[in-house]
């Protein structure tokens, strides 16, 4: 099974991520955890230039093209052989993430992001959390470290990022499930791992 964690900066989907994965492994889960962009050694080359602080304009289709070339690669080398060896891939973010900040937050168009995965013959989640905060809560939580290219875009930025997904989440209810990631650590985790094993249990089924 693959499941994905999308969120605007600072709604802990890390953390979520780290117990999602510790929960099932004590269940007796092979689990494959992923980054993205990153996880292969272009990957991660990929995520450094994408982050980096720079004086120059990066047009969103650039950072489109970057994503995508990152998500292939991790598909054809990590992805697809860890599903096919059975074990439950996590990701930090997926391609719902470049609709959500290439398209809704920067304009790019959402029909030439969906030509280019469409195209690129990559997978879609099984089941997806999405973390909502709000794009003040964000900024809030963030400011607190050193911030990279992506993290230094202003609220409004963010409140569009926010607005694509849940928008997402609206149109894809059976996939996505949409959480308030103001919600105590604890809450939010039992809440994770009963919607995982559910679906775990009606994939099985």
């Known amino acids: ?9 600072g709604s802990g989907k890390s953390t979520q991520i780290e117990l999602l994965e510790s929960a099932l492994k004590d ?15 272009l990957g991660e080359r990929i995520r450094d230039i994408f982050l980096e602080e720079t004086n120059e304009t990066v047009d969103p289709i650039t950072e489109a093209f970057l994503l995508y ?4 690669h991790l598909d054809q080398n990590i992805l ?9 891939v996590i990701a930090d973010r997926y391609a719902d993430a470049t609709i959500a900040y290439q398209c809704f937050g920067k304009g790019l168009s ?3 992001i969906n030509y280019i995965h469409a195209n690129s013959k990559l997978l879609t989640p099984d089941l997806t959390f999405y973390m909502d ?3 003040e809560k964000s900024k809030e ?8 290219r992506m993290e230094s875009e202003p609220q409004d930025f963010f409140e569009r990022v926010r607005k694509g997904y849940l928008e997402i989440a609206t149109k894809d209810p059976d996939r996505v499930v949409c959480l308030d990631a103001n919600k105590s650590i604890e809450e939010l985790k039992s809440q994770i791992i009963e919607k ?7 994939t099985l089924g």
């Open 196 to 202: 995982t094993l559910e679906k775990i249990n009606a």
């Open 133 to 135: 905060i709000s794009a």
């Open 69 to 72: 070339a990152s998500r292939k």
């Open 80 to 88: 697809r052989k860890s599903l096919e060896n059975g074990c439950i």
């Open 110 to 112: 959402i029909d030439f």
């Open 141 to 148: 939580r963030i400011s607190r470290r050193e911030m990279d």
């Open 1 to 9: 099974m693959f499941i994905s964690f999308e969120g605007i900066e």
């Open 27 to 41: 269940l007796g889960h092979e689990v494959k955890k992923l980054r993205e962009p990153g996880t292969t050694m």
